[in-house]
């Protein structure tokens, strides 16, 4: 299995940054999809933006974003360090939600809950 562990979450002010990561650790292959997904109080996980996790010569980093993100975060990977970021910018308070890692072995079709199989325990992200 996959095993997927957030970090980088915080609380930030209006216009201000965040960078979150998600390393994949436990079997994993060599290529896979990793996305980013969120959850505020009161509302369904949405998905935010995802990568295609492998490496450069078979068209990895190929990404997908949300309409409601995009031109404000950067989805990209350290292929070599099974490691995944979200670099966060502009943010604003309805950014603010748990942010939850993904990720299934099979190229990234889209930002469904249910397209994704494995799943970290998440981390806050509060913008005031």
């Known amino acids: 299995h996959v095993q997927l562990v957030e970090s980088g979450g915080g609380s930030v002010q209006a216009g201000g940054s965040l960078r979150l990561s998600c390393v994949a650790t436990?079997?994993?292959?060599?290529?896979?999809?990793m996305a980013w997904f969120r959850q505020a109080p009161g509302r369904e996980r949405e998905g935010v933006a995802a990568?295609?996790?492998?490496?450069?010569?078979?068209?990895?980093?190929?990404?997908i974003y949300a309409d409601s993100v995009k031109g404000r975060f950067t989805i990209s990977q350290d292929y070599r360090k099974t490691t995944v970021y979200l670099q966060m910018n502009s943010l604003k308070p309805e950014d603010t939600a748990m942010y939850y890692c993904?990720?299934?072995?099979?190229?990234?079709?889209?930002?469904?809950?249910?397209?994704?199989?494995?799943w970290g325990q998440g981390t806050q992200v509060t913008v005031s």
């Open positions: 993904a990720a299934i072995v099979q190229r990234c079709y889209g930002l469904g809950v249910a397209d994704f199989d494995y």
């Open positions: 990568i295609w996790a492998a490496a450069p010569t078979v068209g990895g980093g190929t990404t």
């Open positions: 436990g079997y994993t292959p060599s290529s896979y999809c």
